[in-house]
């Protein structure tokens, strides 16, 4: 329904911006121009298929070899473990690490696409609030799920805080429990915001190139903002899997 | 928004308002949510196959290897540096050895040396005492001749003069007097 | 007519949402400026801190973020 047609009308209406800056994020079918179901092979299914290539070329063919003394490929890939690696044993303790398969899954995924999605003409799937909504969940649901298996009904004592004065704790654990389920909602609109936000903003830039008097002054914004999405891509990456280690951490160790 | 796109869309006259709807947040259009959940899911399982089958436990095979050559190495390195030690230190040995050998040899030397020159030195104190023995003899022998002549000559002298001075000299008188002369 | 106020008074309020990220600005100025201030004082202490600066940098931008999501559902989808 969201196809180019209307986009481009609304742009050519618009006037001032020959693009919208939001078209970038329209998913659309790749083949044909059918409805969007849920099979469908769309955009989304593209992309998303390259960072899969992409972490199959990162951590499966670099480290063809097994060299003892790494190439390129290899050095890139190692750095990868080992960076998620000591970053699972620092945040979530030593039996965390068991949870490193799957936190190492989310980090090189989100990193991939994040990345592809800097090329020109890419669409970034983790823009999307849908994407990172079931990835944010996912890690939510697997530490609710797990801190209750673990500890039964004692994972409770996550939001009763036995540091503070008695007549403060039903207060703080209200507020607990709120920022508790709030977590998902940050965790994924963080992630979506900011590279919605960075790419709405270098389309922005790149709609104001085609007016001749600004336009040297915007080619050196789309440079810079592009270098500091370039930043903003690996960071939240980072940052997501970080996070996701603080969370497991709350679920292995409830105790404050 | 849902309800607002229809409202949107009720106004048919409005159409811009249509296109602003469609074009405005392809996020929040939820006709595409299950597309998407669909293929994230599908990719998620995929990533994690292909992490947790293939990569994960090739790296770390890969970084246990390293890590074990590392240390191999390590162990070679410091047998290597025992062994360097152990060489030097018998060097070391050797070269004092060497050194007392050579410092033994040298006080010996000096040793037999200083033998030699307090024999030969012997040597020539016996032979310069026994020439001066002889000298202090001959010396004596000279002297007790010289005096003996001078005895003669004195005792001859006062006969001579107790002679010449008219009387008869006893000799044995003026020998004993020259005699008493001479010690006192 | 409504139609243009409305519209106009939703641009006026994704312009005011927008000063919620000057804020979240703020808030990462002073983690990372108060990190260096701490990190230079005792730099061996630096490194094992790192991960917790970027997890109250990702707290701080955080509300950032949501202040521009406010701004751009006004824009787009109200």
């Given at each position: 329904m969201a196809?180019?047609?209307?986009?481009?009308?609304?742009?050519?209406?618009?006037?001032?911006?020959?693009?919208?800056?939001?078209?970038?994020?329209?998913?659309?079918?790749?083949?044909?121009?059918?409805?969007?179901?849920?099979?469908?092979?769309?955009?989304?299914?593209?992309?998303?298929?390259?960072?899969?290539?992409?972490?199959?070329?990162?951590m499966v063919l670099g480290t063809r070899k097994r060299a003892i003394v790494p190439g390129r490929g290899q050095s890139i890939a190692e750095l990868a473990y080992g960076f998620i690696y000591k970053?699972?044993?620092?945040?979530?303790?030593?039996?965390?690490?068991?949870?490193?398969?799957?936190?190492?899954?989310?980090?090189?995924?989100?990193?991939?696409?994040?990345?592809?999605?800097?090329?020109?003409?890419?669409?970034?799937?983790?823009?999307?609030?849908?994407?990172?909504?079931?990835?944010?969940?996912?890690?939510?649901?697997?530490?609710?799920?797990?801190?209750?298996?673990?500890?039964?009904?004692?994972?409770?004592?996550?939001?009763?805080?036995?540091?503070?004065?008695?007549?403060?704790?039903?207060i703080l654990a209200l507020i607990e429990v709120i920022s508790y389920?709030?977590?998902?909602?940050?965790?994924?609109?963080?992630?979506?915001?900011?590279?919605?936000?960075?790419?709405?903003?270098?389309?922005?830039?790149?709609?104001?190139?085609?007016?001749?008097?600004?336009?040297?002054?915007?080619?050196?914004?789309?440079?810079?903002?592009?270098?500091?999405?370039?930043?903003?891509?690996?960071?939240?990456?980072?940052?997501?899997?970080?996070?996701?280690?603080v969370y497991l951490k709350d679920a292995l160790h409830p105790h404050h | 928004?849902?309800?607002?796109?229809?409202?949107?869309?009720?106004?048919?006259?409005?159409?811009?308002?249509?296109?602003?709807?469609?074009?405005?947040?392809?996020?929040?259009?939820?006709?595409?949510?299950?597309?998407?959940?669909?293929?994230?899911?599908?990719t998620l399982v995929v990533i994690y196959l292909v992490l947790s089958r293939v990569a994960l436990p090739r790296i770390a095979a890969v970084l246990a290897d390293r890590q074990g050559t590392i240390t191999n190495d390590i162990a070679t390195a410091e047998e290597l540096k025992k062994k360097a030690g152990e060489a030097e230190e018998a060097y070391n040995k050797a070269l004092a050895d060497a050194r007392a050998e050579a410092q033994r040899i040298v006080a010996e030397t000096k040793a037999e040396m200083a033998e030699e020159l307090a024999e030969a030195t012997r040597h020539a104190d016996v032979q310069i005492s026994a020439k001066a023995a002889e000298s202090e003899k001959a010396i004596s022998e000279i002297r007790a001749g010289a005096l003996e002549a001078v005895k003669t000559v004195a005792a001859d002298t006062a006969a001579e003069i107790v002679a010449a001075l008219g009387s008869k000299a006893d000799a044995d008188v003026v020998n004993a007097a020259v005699e008493t002369e001479l010690k006192g | 007519m409504e139609e243009a106020l409305v519209t106009g008074l939703a641009y006026a309020g994704a312009g005011l949402a927008c000063t919620g990220m000057g804020g979240a600005a703020i808030g990462v100025g002073h983690v990372v400026g108060n990190y260096l201030s701490g990190a230079l004082r005792n730099p061996s202490a630096a490194a094992g801190q790192t991960a917790t600066m970027f997890i109250g940098i990702a707290f701080a931008e955080a509300l950032g973020i949501f202040s521009f999501l406010v701004a751009l559902l006004l824009m787009f989808a109200v």
């Open positions: 196809s180019e047609a209307p986009s481009e009308a609304h742009g050519a209406e618009d006037g001032g911006l020959v693009f919208h800056p939001m078209d970038q994020f329209i998913v659309k079918p790749l083949f044909g121009d059918s409805e969007i179901g849920v099979f469908t092979i769309t955009n989304v299914t593209l992309w998303m298929g390259l960072a899969i290539l992409a972490v199959i070329g990162i970053m699972v044993e620092d945040v979530a303790g030593k039996d965390g690490v068991k949870y490193f398969p799957y936190i190492m899954t989310l980090f090189m995924f989100i990193v991939c696409a994040n990345f592809l999605g800097l090329l020109p003409m890419a669409f970034t799937t983790t823009s999307h609030i849908a994407v990172t909504a079931i990835l944010a969940m996912a890690v939510f649901l697997t530490v609710t799920i797990l801190g209750f298996a673990l500890h039964g009904f004692g994972f409770l004592k996550l939001f009763w805080i036995s540091a503070a004065p008695l007549p403060l704790r039903p389920f709030v977590r998902p909602v940050s965790h994924s609109i963080r992630l979506a915001g900011n590279m919605m936000a960075g790419h709405a903003v270098i389309k922005v830039f790149a709609a104001f190139a085609a007016v001749t008097v600004i336009s040297p002054f915007s080619i050196v914004a789309i440079t810079a903002i592009y270098a500091l999405e370039t930043l903003v891509s690996f960071i939240q990456a980072y940052v997501f899997a970080i996070l996701t280690c | 928004m849902a309800t607002n796109t229809t409202e949107a869309t009720s106004h048919a006259a409005d159409a811009a308002q249509v296109v602003e709807e469609s074009a405005g947040m392809p996020q929040l259009d939820f006709s595409s949510w299950g597309n998407q959940i669909f293929w994230l899911v599908v | -």
